[in-house]
């Protein structure tokens, strides 16, 4: 075979294998990782809607949506319904960041009642090493400039990071990250005010699992 048509066999046959077993790995892994997100989201509920806030089954307890607009949404999402003596207490509403440095970030924001912030929890990200992924708990305690924050207490300019005037802080190197973070945190409490109604009326069902709501 002639060697100008040999090298470009070869480096074909060699791509076509990378390729396929860059998708044989995640194929393989995919299910794995999604296991992984739902007992990190399971352990997360804990903080989102601590026990004291609550009385009922909080994985029967739930309200399926796809919020593509506001919460970033790229497939339908549980939102976690915590009651107590029977009325609403507690909700956590997962969101999407797509503004993210380095892709999508995925948390899920504990909003009380009374439209208070309990917690803000990371459930995946792929932000630069050592800068963006600041915003993990385990590298930095960026997350709890949020517990107890609501729309009343600050005003929509404040509701950004310090480097566009806002109240956050920012993380020297890495303002895409925070930013994007922030402003999730706000549209998932826009979007409990605009739907309050309807989590207070699926408060009321004994089980809400496998309702749709777009």
């Known amino acids: 075979m002639p060697k100008m048509v040999k090298i470009p066999l070869i480096l074909s046959v060699v791509t076509l294998l990378t390729s396929g077993l860059l998708m044989l790995s995640e194929y ?12 990190l989201l399971l352990k997360s509920l804990v903080q989102l809607i601590p026990a004291q806030l609550h009385d009922n089954d909080l994985v029967e307890s739930t309200l399926l949506i ?13 939102v976690y319904i915590g009651r107590l003596k029977g009325k609403l207490s507690v909700v956590a509403i997962p969101v999407t960041s797509r503004m993210g440095y380095s892709g999508d970030i995925d948390l899920i ?16 990200q792929h932000e630069t090493p050592g ?43 890495a303002t895409i990250t925070p930013r994007a973070v922030v402003n999730a945190v706000k549209q998932s409490l ?15 069902a004994p089980k809400m699992s496998g309702t749709n709501h777009e």
Do not use: C
Not at 66 to 78: F, S, W
């Open 28 to 39: 393989l892994t995919h299910d794995k990782i999604e296991e992984q997100k739902k007992l």
């Open 131 to 173: 800068l963006g992924d600041l915003i993990l708990p385990n590298k930095s305690d960026w997350l709890m400039q949020f517990p107890n924050q609501s729309l009343n207490k600050l005003s929509t300019q404040q509701w950004q990071v310090k480097k566009d005037g806002g109240d956050f802080d920012q993380i020297t190197g």
């Open 190 to 204: 826009e979007y409990f005010e605009n739907n309050k109604i309807l989590f207070e009326q699926a408060s009321l």
């Open 66 to 78: 796809h919020e593509n607009e506001l919460l970033g949404h790229r497939q339908a999402q549980k």
């Open 109 to 124: 924001v504990g909003i009380k009642e009374n439209g208070n912030i309990t917690t803000v929890k990371i459930l995946e």
